[in-house]
């Protein structure tokens, strides 16, 4: 019998009955990390890795029934064994593995393989199984080190400053927006943080993850000199709101691993896209899926088809989709989280999806596939 099956509510495991990363309300749930469409509200009972749960705290309230564990720590439910691994997503994020009567299973929730230093680094589990998320499940999907990245993000804030303009920098608020704080060189200007993302960093620091000093981009009046040479971090919802306005004459630029797509740059109407995404790329999928040694493998939310297919006829696994209603919070819960209004703001024009345009490095084979799944918009996140 299947250790995981997919049922109405979510990822359902029949012999510890308890679901992963439910998307409806159900009694015992346990979540691989914070980003909405993972963890929502309205669960009897949460189980989390122990980093993350000022995260989950502060998304979902402080009175939620959280129980944690460390990472590798076992806890026996039902007879099912069940420890947390770091996912290398974001603080927090972990990987499940269920054993039971001597066969393993791990879901993998989200997980990126390059360590950024403001999460545990992914750390590949041998299973039997292994449940894979697919979000960049694309060949073309290469990320460049991000190394590179962020020496171009702070030569463009470099090179705004010193033209006397401020630097908005669009991303999400949970995540993406650490893990560029990390690495941004202060000594270039003041860093300013919208609303949404300054509660994230305090989780951050107090779970001993070092962050430069920021401020709140609210206490910054629109003659401050500082803002002439600041670098802001707002989430995409502030985009084109009355709360841009104090910046004056700005370069804007946005941080999304979907920026890899033509075109989206544009959309989105900033001056610059920045690759730099919180998954894995294609590359980083296979690899890990090689390194759990799992002879099974069920892909959920992203590129399932292709993924599936490649894992079938290229390494001889026994690959199939699962049906999931994760989104991506690059592209729902992230705007609708984020919004200091509490949500209803999503740019729907600013998806990437457009399959025209992102089929366009593909070979002729899979482009045909790509379009039927891989750029389906994704579900919104509540
Ligand atoms: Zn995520
Ligand atoms: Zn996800």
Not at 61 to 72: E, N, R, S
Not at 105 to 120: L, N
Not at 245 to 256: I, L, Q
Not at 293 to 302: D, I, K, L, N, Y
């Amino acid at each position: 019998m299947d250790l995981v099956i997919a049922r109405p509510e979510g990822l359902y495991c029949p012999a510890g009955d308890f679901y992963i990363d439910p998307w409806r309300p159900v009694p015992r749930s346990i979540i691989t990390h914070g980003h909405g469409d993972h963890a929502r509200t309205g669960n009897g009972h949460y189980l989390a890795a122990s980093p993350g749960a000022g995260i989950l705290r502060a998304r979902l309230g402080q009175d939620i029934a959280l129980q944690t564990l460390d990472y590798g720590e076992r806890l026996v439910h039902h007879g099912v064994t069940l420890s947390f691994h770091p996912a290398g997503h974001v603080l927090g994020s972990a990987q499940v593995r269920l054993e039971y009567r001597g066969e393993v299973w791990v879901a993998s929730g989200d997980y990126k393989v390059e360590a950024d230093g403001t999460c545990a680094p992914f750390e590949p589990v041998r299973c039997h199984t292994f449940i894979t998320e697919s979000t960049f499940g694309l060949p073309i999907y290469r990320w460049q080190p991000q190394a590179e990245i962020f020496a171009e993000v702070n030569q463009w804030w470099r090179e705004n400053a010193a033209l006397g303009k401020a630097s908005v920098l669009f991303c999400y608020a949970f995540g993406k927006a650490q893990r560029l704080l990390h690495a941004l060189d202060p000594s270039i200007g003041a860093i300013l943080c919208h609303g949404a993302v300054e509660p994230l960093n305090r989780v951050y620091r107090e779970g001993g993850v070092y962050l430069p000093e920021t401020q709140y981009a609210g206490d910054f009046k629109k003659t401050d000199p500082a803002l002439r040479s600041a670098l802001i971090l707002a989430p995409p919802s502030a985009g084109g709101s009355t709360w841009m306005r104090r910046f004056g004459d700005y370069s804007d630029a946005f941080a999304s691993g979907w920026m890899r797509l033509r075109g989206s740059r544009r959309r989105r109407g900033v001056d610059r896209g920045f690759i730099l995404s919180d998954h894995a790329d294609w590359p980083g999928l296979l690899w890990a899926i090689e390194q759990t040694g799992a002879e099974r493998v069920m892909v959920t939310h992203g590129s399932v088809n292709v993924l599936v297919r490649y894992l079938r006829e290229q390494r001889g696994l026994d690959a199939q989709g699962f049906v999931t209603e994760y989104g991506d919070e690059d592209e729902g819960d992230g705007a609708a989280a984020e919004s200091p209004q509490g949500g209803a703001n999503v740019d729907a024009s600013g998806r990437a999806h457009d399959p025209a345009e992102a089929a366009e490095d593909l070979d002729a084979a899979s482009a045909k596939q790509a379009h039927a799944d891989a750029l389906a918009p994704p579900a919104r996140a509540s």
